[in-house]
């Protein structure tokens, strides 16, 4: 169900919840957490569908705030049911000034006692933890590879970063860190003495795969950067013995290499948007490791 209320406010939107749910026809019990959307107009309806289907995982109230060119005042729309996925959607749409005080805006649409997650589809604030939402919420999501200079954006989030920030560029490197530690775990127990990180050319996941690698191995790291290819494609671990090379060339199927054995063939498919909010929605507390790789790990690759 879709109802649209446009020139409202958000304490209408909130009576109007309320009448819904007395109905029967949403339910807010159940709801783990309010996330909160903040993005343009473009970028909506992409963010909703993401968010849909994390909220299958993760039942949550979804407050979308969406700046527009093209109104004047708080055009707002619910989607409770079949079209809400897991969760309950509200959709504000403005001009930008409507939001300059987004927090007492959204304040009546709040679930009470739940946390808040704040997430950026793209453009994200340069201290998305001194930004009007992000200073109200738990976990703050931003998504580098997405903003219109990706390299640059992870490097500015490493200069603001606080406890509870994290980004997707980071997510989407989650099941690669997984499969090399466990490569690494495997004698012989050499040091790594060189890690080449290959992939797409503006891609911040190729960035922070290096600084963790070498953070964590204490060793050089090169980053090759690769235009048209699809995120990342290699990582080479250079030890005495040879290298092990966990390569994806297709964006599918990982091959891995390494000396006296034979090369085994892993699914490694290319993350889809939806599994890593999913991913990001499990843990409401710190992620310390993204942490340590972003104000500390970043330096090792090169500007």
């Not at 009448?19 to 339910?27: T, Y």
């Not at 807010?28 to 909160?36: D, P, S």
């Not at 969406?66 to 309950?88: K, M, N, P, Y």
């Not at 843990?283 to 090792?300: I, K, P, W």
Request: glycine share 6%.
């Amino acid at each position: 169900m879709i109802i649209d209320m446009p020139s409202t406010t958000t304490t209408a939107v909130a009576k109007k919840l309320i009448k819904l749910r007395q109905e029967g026809g949403a339910v807010a019990l159940g709801r783990v957490l309010t996330l909160i959307i903040v993005t343009d107009e473009a970028a909506t309806t992409e963010a909703i569908d993401a968010a849909n289907v994390a909220s299958r995982e993760h039942p949550c109230r979804i407050i979308v705030l969406a700046s527009s060119t093209t109104t004047t005042g708080v055009d707002a729309q619910i989607r409770i049911g079949g079209d809400a996925g897991a969760s309950e959607v509200i959709i504000l749409t403005g001009p930008a000034a409507a939001f300059e005080h987004a927090d007492t805006l959204i304040m009546p649409l709040l679930l009470p006692d739940a946390p808040i997650v704040a997430w950026w589809p793209r453009e994200a604030p340069a201290n998305p933890g001194k930004d009007v939402i992000g200073s109200m919420a738990h976990r703050r999501i931003t998504d580098s590879y997405r903003s219109t200079d990706p390299r640059a954006t992870i490097r500015t989030l490493a200069r603001s970063y606080r406890p509870g920030d994290t980004d997707l560029a980071w997510t989407r490197t989650t099941i690669w860190r997984g499969l090399l530690t466990s490569t690494l775990d495997q004698p012989p127990f050499e040091p790594v003495t060189k890690v080449t990180v290959t992939g797409q050319d503006d891609h911040s996941s190729l960035d922070l795969l290096g600084a963790w690698l070498g953070e964590e191995l204490d060793c050089e790291v090169e980053i090759v950067r690769t235009p048209g290819a699809q995120a990342v494609t290699a990582v080479t671990l250079t030890r005495p013995s040879g290298d092990i090379t966990l390569a994806r060339p297709t964006g599918k199927i990982a091959v891995l290499s390494q000396p006296g054995q034979p090369d085994h063939r892993i699914a490694l498919p290319v993350r889809q948007l939806h599994e890593c909010v999913a991913e990001e929605l499990r843990r409401l507390d710190e992620d310390e490791m993204y942490g340590e790789v972003l104000t500390l790990g970043l330096v090792r690759v090169a500007p």
